[in-house]
């Protein structure tokens, strides 16, 4: 069965993003965005579809880019209007439903994480804990932690943790709306 999830790398400080880029660089979490989100149709706000544009323009390896912009969704594969194919008016409901048979990956920025956590069509958040404080302007939703490794409370639902993997500086864990 397809899988509809968040996927995000969030600081200590809830930092994900600083003048438009990513405030780290972690070579091991690409590589574990770039394996889970092989094939999968990524959707995001249109200003992470650029970066994401750039990122995978070389690689796209079975990837579909879906941008949010003017309460419409498009398809984007450049960085010029030619490179996007209106698609419909967005909800996230209506990109599931375009896209029936594959996975859906959220992947930001702030908003779109925001509304997902709260849309029980989104089951799971993978998310990479990544230490230290960056500067930042761009910031995960709050979630409340206080149930330690257990699971979190975010968007008004549980989530309980599944899995977890620690890489260097970051621990990737996967949760699961309960
Ligand atoms: N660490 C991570 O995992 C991660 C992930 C993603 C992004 N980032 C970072 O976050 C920053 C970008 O995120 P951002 O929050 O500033 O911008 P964003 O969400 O990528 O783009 C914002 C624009 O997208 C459209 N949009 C976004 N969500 C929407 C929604 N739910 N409904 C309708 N339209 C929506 C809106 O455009 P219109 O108003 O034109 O319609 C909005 O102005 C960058 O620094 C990036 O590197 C980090």
């Known amino acids: 069965m397809r899988t509809i999830a968040i996927i995000a790398a969030v600081a200590a400080n809830g930092a994900i993003g600083f003048k438009g880029?990513?405030?780290w660089d972690s070579p091991e979490d690409?590589?574990?965005?770039?394996?889970?989100?092989a094939n999968g149709v990524l959707v995001c706000g249109n200003a992470t579809a650029d970066e994401l544009v750039e990122a995978c323009k070389t690689r796209m390896n079975g990837r579909t880019i879906v941008c949010i912009a003017d309460g419409k969704f498009w398809?984007?594969?450049?960085?010029?209007?030619?490179?996007?194919?209106?698609?419909?008016?967005?909800?996230?409901?209506a990109i599931a439903a375009h896209y029936p048979d594959r996975n859906v990956w959220i992947c930001?920025?702030?908003?779109?994480?925001?509304e997902a956590m709260r849309n029980s069509l989104v089951t799971e958040m993978h998310i990479s804990h990544m230490d230290g404080f960056p500067d930042a302007d761009t910031f995960f939703p709050r979630f409340d932690t206080?149930?330690?490794?257990?699971?979190?409370?975010?968007?008004?639902?549980?989530?309980?943790?599944?899995?977890?993997?620690?890489g260097k500086g970051f621990s990737h864990r996967v949760y699961r709306r309960i």
Request: hydrophobic share 35%.
């Open 21 to 23: 880029g990513i405030p």
């Open 30 to 37: 690409r590589a574990i965005f770039a394996r889970k989100t």
């Open 75 to 93: 398809e984007q594969w450049d960085l010029s209007m030619s490179g996007w194919i209106e698609e419909g008016t967005y909800s996230i409901e």
């Open 108 to 114: 930001g920025g702030s908003r779109l994480y925001a």
């Open 146 to 166: 206080s149930g330690g490794l257990r699971g979190i409370v975010a968007g008004g639902s549980r989530w309980d943790v599944v899995s977890t993997v620690d």
